[in-house]
């Protein structure tokens, strides 16, 4: 299709013939093909659930997140944004998902655990639908030094675990000595591959860049014998999500750790929606623009909320929507219902999440790094386009050394409460409650009168 420079092709209200929104919509899939899968497999790989947990996860993400598209596009009342923007698992939780699960999985059951992880996130999303009535408030405590050092410690904590089960996967095959080399060889491949192809001149290419890079690791995977597909031909018909999988319950430990996660995803999807808002050639700033953004926001807290409830994770806008809509020119909403149709059959398809299960961890991991280091960039982004001051920059740098220095000193404070103790030993939240409070005690330059 021909990309056009100043006029999209629809309006936003327009509706295009079918066989071309459906081809537009699958431009869109792959653009998110590979966050929406491989978000809900490293939260469930990190936490240690059985291949049938993974499954129902990632299963359930797809079609929840067809479903979270269907209200984002459609505004019912005051939720949904109206706009060409899609929905799906955010990577932003992978992390302190993860921690949440490990912080509390001693002390109960694994299901009981999990039940406590969903329903801490359901409390969470209710949080943020009330919030998303007062937007304009929440930008000034949400700040961009605040979603940039965020989103930067959240980037630098995945790099980090990602290199660490890449060592492991290498030592766990004998390394050098043993079948290590096939590691390197995968997870090396995926990784240039999907730098190669994102700087293709292609713009179809760039879009599915993940997609088309975890498909050719695992086309690689079958020539070492490396990925396992027995387990595909005992799998069942259909899939449908379940309400009340795990007994939800509330832990306020994990409300501390996720809170200010939601807080600052919800300061990107106001990026995202406000991207999408322009490119659909609507005015931003008007009322209308602030109508659509609150309900843009409330829509993403009612699907969390949702999402909760048939145990899967946290939704949210994805920004790589918004290149399709700048590659094609094509901004219709209508677009969004074909997009949310493939995500339900596809998420109701069980081979789709069993067979993503047998891409080797090496393969996942070659893409998620360099996913996750571009996390680290884009928190540096959000600072750098804030038209940063000397004192932004340093309230950035103190807020993550910070973070650090407490996850490393926590354990040798004496008398503190194992729960708040357990709350800063991660160094994502940690460092976006410190950066909060930096916001408020250091002070700016006062401005002079000209």
Same mark, same amino acid.
């Given at each position: ?34 966050? $929406? ?20 996860? $990632? ?36 992390? !302190? ?13 694994? /299901? ?134 795990? !007994? ?11 809170? !200010? ?87 109701? $398809? /069980? ?62 404070? /004496? ?36």
């Amino acid at each position: 299709m021909e990309k056009l420079s100043d006029n999209n092709a629809f309006t936003l209200e327009g509706k295009p013939p079918p066989a071309q929104a459906a081809a537009i919509a699958f431009q869109h899939l792959l653009a998110m093909a590979g966050g $929406i899968l491989t978000a809900p497999f490293l939260i469930a790989a990190g936490m240690g659930l059985s291949a049938s947990e993974t499954s129902y996860l $990632i299963s359930s993400a797809l079609v929840i997140s067809g479903f979270a598209t269907l209200l984002q596009i459609n505004r019912i009342g005051p939720i949904g944004s109206g706009l060409l923007s899609l929905q799906g698992t955010s990577f932003a939780f992978v992390g !302190p998902l993860i921690f949440s699960y490990q912080t509390i999985v001693g002390d109960q059951t694994a /299901p009981e655990a999990l039940g406590a992880i969903f329903g801490s996130a359901a409390l969470c999303s209710l949080i943020m639908f009330l919030l998303s009535f007062f937007l304009r408030y929440l930008k000034n405590i949400i700040t961009p030094n605040v979603s940039g050092t965020t989103v930067m410690l959240l980037g630098v904590t995945l790099v980090f675990t990602t290199l660490q089960n890449l060592v492991r996967e290498f030592d766990s095959a004998g390394g050098f000595k043993g079948t290590g080399f096939e590691i390197i060889i995968l997870s090396g491949a995926v990784l240039a591959t999907t730098v190669l192809i994102s700087r293709s001149s292609v713009v179809w290419l760039r879009v599915g860049s993940i997609t088309f890079g975890l498909a050719l690791g695992f086309g690689i995977s079958l020539l070492f014998n490396a990925s396992d597909l027995s387990g595909l031909r005992t799998q069942e018909v259909y899939f449908i999500p379940e309400i009340g999988r795990y !007994p939800l319950s509330i832990d306020f430990q994990v409300v501390a750790i996720v809170l !200010p996660i939601f807080l600052v995803s919800t300061m990107e999807s106001i990026g995202d929606l406000t991207a999408t808002n322009s490119l659909s050639g609507q005015k931003t700033g008007d009322k209308a623009y602030w109508l659509r953004l609150r309900g843009g926001i409330a829509a993403c807290a009612t699907n969390s909320f949702v999402a909760s409830l048939f145990s899967t994770f946290p939704n949210t806008t994805f920004s790589q929507n918004n290149g399709v809509i700048r590659l094609t020119g094509v901004c219709s909403r209508h677009i969004g219902l074909y997009a949310a149709l493939f995500l339900i059959i596809f998420g109701c $398809i /069980p081979l789709v999440a069993n067979l993503f299960q047998t891409i080797p961890a090496a393969v996942i991991y070659g893409s998620t790094i360099l996913m996750f280091g571009l996390v680290v960039v884009s928190g540096y982004k959000i600072v750098a386009e804030s038209r940063p001051e000397s004192r932004d920059w340093m309230l950035v740098g103190l807020a993550c050394v910070l973070a650090y220095l407490t996850v490393f000193f926590i354990d040798s404070l /004496p008398g503190l409460p194992k729960t708040l103790a357990s709350v800063l030993s991660f160094p994502v939240s940690t460092g976006a409650l410190l950066a909060m409070f930096l916001e408020i005690v250091i002070p700016r330059k006062p401005k002079k009168d000209c």
